[in-house]
């Protein structure tokens, strides 16, 4: 499992979940996760300064909603994404746990990874370049191949 791909889902469902009617039972799940990665006792369950930090940030998402502040709830959704990578790096054992509570509140949280990869391979051949093509996030380019030879 690529841990930047699971923080990623995992601060995008937080974030998601924070203005839907599935809210309640999702932040008590994520709190438990937070909870146990953060205490010294994994037992100990919900952490009430998770809690606390889930509502602060739902409030926040759905202030700069209302207000059309489209760059705060981004900033929402990174924070989260450094506060689950901070949690996943101090308890290994979480990504299981993480991956399972994932799958049961995004089931499709696997599909919409992989729709938004995109993979793109160019190969640039002959005698003269203008300029650069450079597509997608994830590409490949290969220059200097020798020309076909011409009659």
Same mark, same amino acid.
């Given at each position: @499992?690529?841990?930047?791909?699971?923080?990623?889902?995992?601060?995008?469902?937080?974030?998601?979940? @924070? &203005?839907?009617?599935?809210?309640?039972? &999702?932040?008590?799940?994520?709190?438990?996760?937070?909870?146990?990665?953060? &205490?010294?006792?994994?037992?100990?369950?919900?952490?009430?300064?998770?809690? =606390?930090?889930?509502? !602060?940030?739902? !409030?926040?998402?759905?202030?700069?909603?209302?207000?059309?502040?489209? !760059? =705060? &709830?981004?900033?929402?959704?990174?924070?989260?994404?450094?506060?689950?990578? =901070? !949690?996943?790096?101090?308890?290994?054992?979480?990504?299981?746990?993480?991956?399972?509570?994932?799958?049961?509140?995004?089931?499709?949280?696997?599909?919409?990874?992989?729709?938004?990869?995109?993979?793109?391979?160019?190969?640039?051949?002959?005698?003269?370049?203008?300029?650069?093509?450079?597509?997608?996030?994830?590409?490949?380019?290969?220059?200097?191949?020798?020309?076909?030879?011409?009659?």
């Amino acid at each position: @499992m690529d841990v930047a791909a699971l923080v990623t889902a995992g601060a995008t469902t937080i974030v998601g979940l @924070m &203005a839907s009617e599935a809210w309640t039972y &999702a932040s008590g799940r994520f709190a438990r996760l937070l909870g146990r990665t953060d &205490a010294a006792d994994p037992a100990e369950g919900t952490d009430p300064a998770a809690e =606390a930090e889930l509502r !602060a940030s739902r !409030a926040e998402l759905l202030v700069a909603r209302a207000d059309g502040d489209e !760059a =705060a &709830a981004v900033r929402v959704e990174e924070a989260w994404r450094d506060r689950l990578r =901070a !949690a996943l790096e101090r308890d290994p054992a979480a990504v299981r746990e993480l991956t399972e509570l994932l799958d049961e509140v995004n089931p499709d949280w696997r599909a919409d990874r992989a729709a938004t990869v995109q993979n793109t391979t160019t190969n640039i051949s002959g005698g003269t370049f203008n300029s650069q093509v450079f597509t997608g996030n994830d590409y490949t380019v290969t220059f200097n191949q020798q020309p076909e030879t011409r009659p």
